[in-house]
């Protein structure tokens, strides 16, 4: 079993910027991918970007300039660096866990870009 808990949303004014983090915990063996996903009201659910456990990032185009993902395997912790954050940000932010064997999602975690 593993578990996610993800943590640094909340309220932030158009141009600032917020922290996501997510740390999986748990039986967590061999090959994973952590990444991050988002949803927006009434759209579908979009990847936003992953990075597997040696550092290889994909970062959706979008999003690429504003949105940096890292991750720090000794915490098993994954983090979104967002900036420049557009009212169309607006969303609520899932952590994904993915191995060749299983995949597992978090609570996700408000973000509302507003003035």
């Known amino acids: 079993q593993v578990q996610l808990v993800e943590s640094g949303g909340g309220l932030v004014q158009p141009g600032g910027s917020l922290r996501l983090s997510c740390a999986a915990s748990g039986s967590i063996v061999g090959l994973n991918i952590m990444g991050w996903y988002r949803q927006a009201p009434g759209k579908q659910r979009e990847m936003v970007a992953s990075i597997s456990m040696d550092g290889l990032r994909n970062t959706a185009d979008s999003m690429k300039g504003r949105f940096a993902i890292s991750r720090d395997n000794s915490k098993n912790t994954i983090y979104l660096q967002m900036a420049s954050l557009r009212p169309e940000d607006t969303a609520v932010y899932y952590c994904?866990?993915?191995?060749?064997?299983?995949?597992?999602w978090g609570q996700g975690t408000q973000v509302t870009v507003s003035s």
């Open positions: 994904n866990f993915w191995t060749p064997r299983f995949e597992i």
